[in-house]
C-alpha cells in the first residue's frame, strides 16, 4: 500500500515516509485507531483524508472514519463549537480565532482523544497538518495551541494566460495554458495542499501586469474552478486585476475613479465574481508602474484608486492589495538628487489615513527590488493608518532564479526582526505587517511563489525550503531560520542526523555565500537588470531611467543617499535609524554602498578597502560555493538517487558560475578602480589557456558584451552553422592527474555539440543543450565543464571540436588546468 | 562526468559504480595512468574501451590510450606474443590456451607495468573485465593466471523469430521482431559484453524447436550483423536448426542423413554461412523430440544425423551441439515399466563412439526436464567416447520463472561436484563434460538464458544472479555457490557488508525455499506440466504420455525406479550410485519420491512419515518465503530505491504465491491420503473467510479447476463484464490492528477493478494488471493483496467490490485477517 516511487520532488515536504525509528514508532503507537469528523465543511473533510494518508504514510495504519464520537479512543475534528456540542464536557476553553487551532489530549465520553479544535474549518485542516508533521519530525503529538501572526497569508502567481510566468522557473503555469484555465487541475489541487499544509490562505492566480479578460464574464466561469479546487484546503482565490478594466473590458469611457459609473461598475462586476465564487478573496492591483495604467491619468491618488474597487468588495468582505512597487522608470540619472529608493514612501506616506479598511497596502520588502541585500523599506514604520502586508520573493528573480543555491529565510528574517525604532518600544517590521503596533484590523504576508510544471514545483529540490519558509513565517513570524530549515530538512530529505546538519548548514549559509560573489557592501545584485537579471552585467544598472544606479567612476562607488549630502532618502527612516545609516561611523559595511558614495580606498569597520573588500568577498564567495560541492557530495548513499543527483548538479553548475560572477565584478572593478588585487587574484589566470589565443581552425574571435563576462573579453565563435571547428593549444605544465575546466556559453537559441580531444584520444562530448536565459554569449550563458581525472603530459595537443547549431555558434571562452 | 542515473538493473553486474572507500581507492591510485593496446583485433580494442570506462566509472580517471610501450609505467594489453615482441625482457614463461589470460606486474623499458596478456585476444578481454571486476570488488589487483574449466561456454536463447521467447520472461527477443533480425542491435551489444565480461564465448540466437528459414540467403545477411555485433565481444554466434532443413528449404525430397545429396546440401549451405561469417561457431540441433523431425523417419541414427552436418562444418572449425533431450511423450502411462527418465541413456549410450570429434552432445542435468529437483542424469558418466556439454537452466522455467527468488548456482553445484562413480579416481560431473575425465578434445556448459527487453534483462534483478553464476561456473566450475554469490552481490548492489550479508543470506537459501513449497522429496516441481509451467497443478503430471509421474493414490506416492521392482532407471548409474539410490536405507530424502514408491506414513532418515514431511515442509517454506521480506525491508535505504521498489514487489507477490504452493499441494495431499495434518493446518483455515460463504450481490460461485489451486474448490465471478459486484461478511474477531489479505485471481486476459471498504469507507484499491501466465483461475493467476494496519472492530461489515474487465471477471477466492 506504501507507494515507493522516486523522489522527484513532487511531494515536497509532504512525502509522509515511513518512519522507521523504532522509538517513534513506538510513540505513535499509541494514536487512536479511529478519525472522526465533527462538521462537513469541505477543509474538515480534507482534514480528514490527509490523516489518513498521512498515518498510512508514516505509521503503515489505515484510521478508521467514524461520524460519531465512538465508544473507545478517537482523534476527533472538529470546530470548537461543534466539539463542545458533541461532547459537552469538552472545556476547550477557547476563543480560538478563525484560522487558530488547538491539539489537545482530552478524554471525552470516558475514553481519551486526541482532539484538533479549530476556530474554523480551515483551523482544523492547520491542526491536521501540525499533527502530522509532529509525527514526521518524530516529535510528541502533544499539545498545541497556535494561531497565525496575521490574517492575509497569500502567495502571488505571476502567471500569464497564454501559460509562461513573468520570473517562474519552474516550467509553465499550472493554471493557465493557451489563453484559458487549465483543463486539469490536479496539480492545482496539490499546490492548495502544499498551501494549505504551511498555512496559506489565499492565492492570486495570475501576473500583477493583468490581463483584463479575466474579469469577463467566460473568464469568470473559469476561475470557479480553480475555487473549487482551491476551496477544501482553505485556500481562497484572488487575481490581479488592472485599474483601467472599466475602460477596456467594461465599455466605460473612462476608468476614474472618482466617476460614478466607475464606482457602478465595479461593484456590478464584483457581485458577479461573487454570485460566482462566493468565497473569493479579493484583488491585487499594481498600478502607476512600469507602464501599467492608473489613477495618474485622472490626476487622482493611489487611495481613489484602491477605495473605488475596495467598496465593491466591502460588502462581500473582499479585500485590495494595493502594491507599493511605484516608481519612474524613467529618472534622469544626471540628477545626483533623485533616487528610485525613495519612491514608495514619497508616493504613499502622503496618503496614510485614506485608505479603506479593507485595502491592505502592499510593500516589497525593500526600497528597490528583491535584490540580494537591501535595506528595510522605510515604507513600513510610515504607514500607521494603512493596513500593510510584506511582500517577499520566493521565486529566485535576482537571488539565481532556483539554479544557485539561496535560501532565503535569514534575509526575510532580518527584515521582519527590524526594529524600526518609529515607537519607543520596540516596532518589528513583523509585529507592524501583522497590524499589531498599529491597531489595524488587516495585514500580513504576500509571498511572490510563481511554481510551474516542474516535478519540484520550483525548479529545484532544495528552492522549495523557501517557499516552506515563506509559508511557516507567515504563520508564526518568530520562528528562527534554523528552525526553520530544520523542519524542512527533516521533512524533505528524512531525520538522518548526518542529512540534516550537512543540509541545515548548506541552506544557512547560502544567501551569504550568494551575496559574497553576485553583491558586495549594499550594492545590490550586480546582475544584468534590463534582461534577464541572472548573470553579472555591472554597468547594466547605470546611466539609464531605472534608478538603480550604483554611481560607480574610476575614484569611487556607491549612492550618496545621506541627508546631508545625497539624496535624502536616509531621512525616510525614523530619527534613530536614520542616524545610524547617515554617519559612515555607524553604517553598517553590508549596507555602505547603498547608503553612501566613498572612494575606493575607504576603510571598512574590518579595516579592509573597499576594492580589497570587493576582491576578497568574490574569491570567497566563490570558493565557498565550489565547497558546497563536496558537503553535498558527502551525502552520496544517504539521499535517494534522484534527488542526489539532481542537486548535485546544480551545485556544480553554480560553482562554475559563481567563478563567472567572480571574474566579471572583479575583473570590471579592478579595470574602473586601476587598483590592482592586494592578493594578486583579480585578472591573473596562470592556469589559463583564453580560446582567442588557441590554434583556431574555423573558429574566430569575437568580442562579448558586456565585456567583463567573459575572460579577456573575447570568446571565438564558429561562425557557420554547418562547419565544425577547432581551438587546440599544447599543454606545458607537469605530467599528472589534472582536471580540465572548460568555459563555454550555453544559449537558448541553438544546442552546440562540444568534443574535447587530448591527442587522439576523445576523452569528454557534450551538447550545450541548457535552457539558460541568454540568446548571446555573456554572463548568464557562460558555463563551466569540468572534465576530471585526465592524465595530462607536457606536449599534449588539447583540443576542443564545436558544432554549432542555429543561432548558437559553438562559442568558447576559455581552458584552464587545475 | 560519472553519470548518475535511477538504477534500472539495465548494467547489471557492470555498473562501476564510484568507489569511496578510501582505503581501496588509494591502492588504485598506483595504477598507471595509461594504456596500451599492442595488436589490433577487435577484443583488444573493446578490451581498452572497457577499461577506460571501467576506470572511469570505479575511480574518476580518464586512461590514457597510447599504440606502443610509452615512457612511464602502463597498463599493457595484448596477446603473449604481441607483449614478448613489443618487449623482448618480458618473459611471461606462457603457453597460455586460447581463452586464458595473465595478469601481473612487471618492469618494461624500465617502468613499472600491469601486463593483461592473453592466450587470444578474447583471452586479453577476459583479462580486463578480471582486473575490472578486482577493482569493482575491491580487492588488490595483484597476479592472475586463469584459463577457463571448458572450451565451450555457451548460451541457448530460446527466441522466436516474431519476437517472442519460448520460456522467456524477460519481455521480447532483443535478436528478432516481426520475422527479422532487430534493426537496432545496441542490446545485442551489450548482452555480447556481459557474456564477455563472464567469459561467454559463444552464443545460439534462436529457439531450439528451430525455424528453418534461417538457414535461407536472406537470414543468413541479417546473421552476419549479429556476428559483427558480437565479434568484439569474443562471442560467436550459433543459431539452432532443425535436420529436415534439406528438404524444407533446401528443395530436397529428403533429408536422409545417410543421402549424399544430403550430405552435399549441408556442406554447400554451411560454406555458404561461413563465406558470410567466417568465425560462425556452429549449430544447435534438437531431433526426434516433442514433436521435431529426426532421423527416425529415416531409421537413422542421432550419429548419423549429427555427423552429417558435422561433417560440413569440419573443415571450417565448426560444431554440432546435439540435445540429448530425447524422448517419446505419448508414453503409456499405465505400464509401470515405462519411464519418461531413461529416455537419454537409452537413446544415446548405445551410440557412444558413434560421433564425430566436432559433435558435442548437450545433456541437461538431470534426467526429466529442469525441476526444482532431480538426480544427476546418468548419461554423462555413460559416454566415454563423445563430447558432452551440460545444459543448465537460467530461465527459471520451473523454478519460479523470474517470480519467485531462486538463486540455481547451488543446485547446479550439486550436480557439478557429484561424483558419478564410473572410475576408481573421482569422476566428478564437472570434470566429464570438460573432457578432462575421459580425455574428449572438446566439452563445456550450455546455459538457457533466454534474456529478453526488460531492462533487468531477465525480468527480475535477482534473477541475474543466475546468469552471472552460470557464467562464472562455466570458466570455474571449482568456485563455491558463496564465492559466486558473494561476488555478484557486491558488484551488483555494493560493497556495504550488511547488504551483502543479507542478499547472499537470501540468495543461498532461495532454492531451498522454493523445494519446500513446490516439489517435496523430489517429485520434482508439482506445476501444471501441461501448460504454464508456473502455479500449483499436482494431477497434471499423471495419467498422460509426458511421464513426469508422480505415481500419487489413496495410499502412497512416487516412482519405482529400481532396479528390482521398478523401471530400471537405477540401474543406468555406475553400481555404487546405484546400490545407494536402490536401497530405501541408503537413498536420500531428496531424491526419495523420485527412485521409489512408499506409503504416506514411510519414515524418512529424519524420523518423520512423508505425508507428515509434505505438510510441514509446505509450511516451513511459505514461512520462509515470507521472511524474505522483511529480511530485504531491513535493507531500505542501503540499496537504490528503484531497485529497492521492484525487488521488494517480487518479494511481496512470491510470498502470498508461496502460500498459494502450499495449500494447494497440503491439501491435495490431504484429500488423497486421507491422513490429517498432526499440527493441525492443512484444510484448517480459522482466520479465512471463503469468497462463497461471503454475501453476495452479483458475485456467483464457480468450481475451480484443478480444484486444489483455489481455497475450498470454488472462486465467485462476476459474470457480467459491465456489472459490479460485492461480496461481503461481518468481522467478529476481537477489536485490534489487523492485516487483510484478499486472495484474487489475476488473469492475463482482463483488468478487473477490486475496492474493499469497512463499513462506508474504503481503505483500498487495485487493479487486477499483473501479466501472469494463466487465462482462468487457478494456481497461476492466484494473487494475494495484502492490507495492512487496519482497525478493525466486532461487528465491522468488510465489502469487496468487483468490476470485471473482458474475460476477466473479478474471481475472488477468499479473505484471510491476520
Not at 290 to 319: F, K
Not at 337 to 364: E, S, T
Not at 468 to 477: M, T
Amino acid at each position: 500500500m506504501v507507494s515507493l516511487h522516486a523522489e522527484t520532488g513532487y511531494d515536497a515536504w509532504l512525502r509522509y515516509a515511513p518512519i522507521d525509528n523504532a522509538a517513534a514508532l513506538q510513540r505513535y503507537s499509541a494514536l487512536p485507531a479511529v478519525v472522526v469528523a465533527l462538521g462537513d465543511s469541505p477543509e474538515i473533510g480534507a482534514a480528514q483524508e490527509e490523516l489518513i494518508r498521512g498515518v498510512r504514510g508514516m505509521l503503515g495504519h489505515t484510521l478508521r472514519v467514524e461520524t460519531h464520537l465512538p465508544d473507545e479512543s478517537a482523534i476527533v475534528l472538529g470546530t470548537l463549537a461543534a466539539i463542545e456540542e458533541a461532547a459537552p464536557g469538552a472545556h476547550l476553553n477557547g476563543d480560538l480565532k478563525q484560522d487558530g487551532y488547538r491539539l489537545k489530549s482530552m478524554v471525552l465520553r470516558g475514553h481519551p482523544c486526541l482532539v484538533i479544535a479549530g476556530g474554523s474549518g480551515r483551523g482544523v485542516l492547520y491542526g491536521a497538518f501540525a499533527l502530522l508533521r509532529r509525527i514526521a519530525l518524530q516529535e510528541p503529538a502533544s499539545a498545541l495551541d497556535e494561531r497565525p501572526s496575521a490574517p492575509v497569508r497569500w502567495v502571488n502567481q505571476w502567471d500569464n494566460l497564454d501559460g509562461t510566468i513573468e520570473r517562474g522557473y519552474g516550467g509553465r503555469s499550472i493554471f493557465f495554458e493557451d489563453g484559458h484555465v487549465t483543463s486539469d487541475l490536479s496539480r492545482v489541487r496539490d499546490f492548495a495542499r502544499l498551501l494549505a499544509s504551511i498555512g496559506i490562505n489565499g492565492c492570486t492566480i495570475n501576473n500583477v501586469n493583468a490581463d483584463p479578460r479575466l474579469l469577463t464574464a467566460p473568464y469568470i466561469r473559469e476561475l470557479t474552478a480553480v475555487a473549487s479546487t482551491f476551496r477544501p484546503w482553505g485556500v481562497r482565490l484572488s487575481i490581479a486585476i488592472d485599474v483601467s478594466s472599466p475602460k477596456t473590458v467594461g465599455g466605460l469611457d473612462t476608468f476614474d475613479p472618482l466617476d460614478p459609473a466607475v464606482a457602478q461598475w465595479w461593484k456590478d462586476k464584483v457581485d458577479e465574481l461573487y454570485r460566482a465564487i462566493p468565497d473569493f478573496a479579493g484583488f491585487v492591483v499594481k498600478a502607476d508602474s512600469e507602464g501599467r495604467a492608473g489613477p495618474s491619468a485622472y490626476g487622482r491618488t493611489h487611495a481613489d484608486a484602491a477605495n473605488v474597487i475596495a467598496r465593491a468588495l466591502s460588502p462581500h468582505r473582499g479585500i485590495v492589495l494595493y502594491r507599493a512597487f511605484v516608481y519612474n522608470h524613467h529618472l534622469d540619472w544626471r540628477n545626483p538628487k533623485n533616487d528610485r529608493a525613495r519612491a514608495a514612501y514619497d508616493n504613499f506616506h502622503p496618503l496614510d489615513g485614506q485608505f479603506d479598511d479593507n485595502v491592505i497596502v502592499q510593500i516589497k520588502n525593500g526600497p528597490i527590488d528583491f535584490q540580494v541585500r537591501e535595506p528595510v523599506s522605510p515604507l513600513f514604520a510610515a504607514l500607521k493608518e494603512t493596513n500593510e502586508v510584506i511582500e517577499l520573493q520566493i521565486t529566485q528573480e535576482y537571488t539565481g532564479q532556483q539554479r544557485h543555491l539561496c535560501f532565503l529565510v535569514p534575509m526575510w528574517k532580518e527584515v521582519l526582526d527590524f526594529d524600526t525604532q518609529v515607537l519607543k518600544t520596540r516596532a518589528r517590521v513583523r509585529d507592524i505587517v501583522a497590524g499589531r503596533t498599529f491597531h489595524r484590523p488587516l495585514g500580513g504576508f504576500v509571498g511572490v511563489s510563481n511554481v510551474g510544471r516542474d516535478p519540484t514545483w520550483l525548479g529545484s529540490h532544495l528552492a522549495l525550503a523557501n517557499l516552506y519558509g515563506f509559508g511557516r513565517l507567515a504563520w508564526d513570524s518568530a520562528l528562527t531560520s534554523r528552525e526553520i530549515a530544520g523542519e524542512w530538512t527533516r521533512l524533505t530529505f528524512g531525520a538522518d542526523p548526518r542529512v540534516n546538519a550537512a543540509i541545515d548548514d548548506m541552506l544557512l549559509r547560502s544567501w551569504r555565500i550568494y551575496e559574497e560573489y553576485t553583491g558586495p557592501l549594499g550594492l545590490g545584485t550586480l546582475t544584468d537588470i534590463l534582461g534577464s537579471h541572472y548573470g553579472p552585467g555591472i554597468e547594466s544598472a547605470e546611466r539609464n531611467g531605472w534608478g538603480q544606479w550604483i554611481r560607480a567612476d574610476g575614484k569611487g562607488v556607491g549612492m550618496d543617499r545621506t541627508v546631508s549630502t545625497g539624496t535624502g532618502y536616509i531621512g525616510q527612516y525614523a530619527p534613530p535609524v536614520a542616524s545610524t545609516y547617515e554617519s559612515l561611523t555607524t553604517c553598517p559595511d553590508d549596507l555602505l554602498l547603498f547608503m553612501h558614495h566613498v572612494p575606493y580606498t575607504y576603510r571598512l569597520h574590518s579595516g579592509q578597502t573597499v576594492i580589497q573588500y570587493i576582491y576578497d568577498s568574490h574569491y570567497a564567495g566563490a570558493d565557498a560555493a565550489q565547497g558546497l560541492v563536496p558537503e553535498w557530495q558527502s551525502l552520496r548513499g544517504q539521499v535517494d538517487e534522484q534527488r542526489y543527483a539532481e542537486v548535485l548538479a546544480r551545485l556544480e553548475y553554480q560553482a562554475g558560475h559563481a567563478r563567472v560572477w567572480r571574474d566579471a565584478v572583479c575583473s570590471w572593478f579592478l579595470r574602473e578602480s586601476g587598483i590592482p588585487d592586494a592578493k594578486g587574484r583579480a585578472g591573473h589566470f596562470p592556469n589559463r589557456i583564453e580560446a582567442e589565443s588557441m590554434r583556431l581552425d574555423g573558429y574566430q574571435p569575437v568580442d562579448v558584451t558586456p565585456w567583463e563576462t567573459a575572460s579577456g573579453g573575447k570568446a571565438v565563435e564558429c561562425p557557420a552553422p554547418a562547419q565544425t571547428c577547432t581551438a587546440s593549444f599544447r599543454y606545458h605544465g607537469a605530467a599528472g592527474w589534472r582536471h580540465l575546466g572548460v568555459e563555454y556559453f550555453d544559449q537558448n537559441n541553438g544546442e552546440s555539440r562540444f568534443t574535447v580531444y587530448i591527442g587522439a584520444q576523445m576523452v569528454d562530448q557534450w551538447v550545450a543543450d541548457d535552457r539558460l536565459p541568454s540568446r548571446k554569449p555573456d554572463g548568464s550563458s557562460s558555463t563551466r565543464r569540468l572534465i576530471t581525472g585526465l592524465a595530462l603530459r607536457p606536449g599534449d595537443e588539447i583540443r576542443i571540436v564545436g558544432v554549432p547549431d542555429r543561432e548558437e555558434r559553438a562559442p568558447l571562452d576559455y581552458l584552464e588546468v587545475y
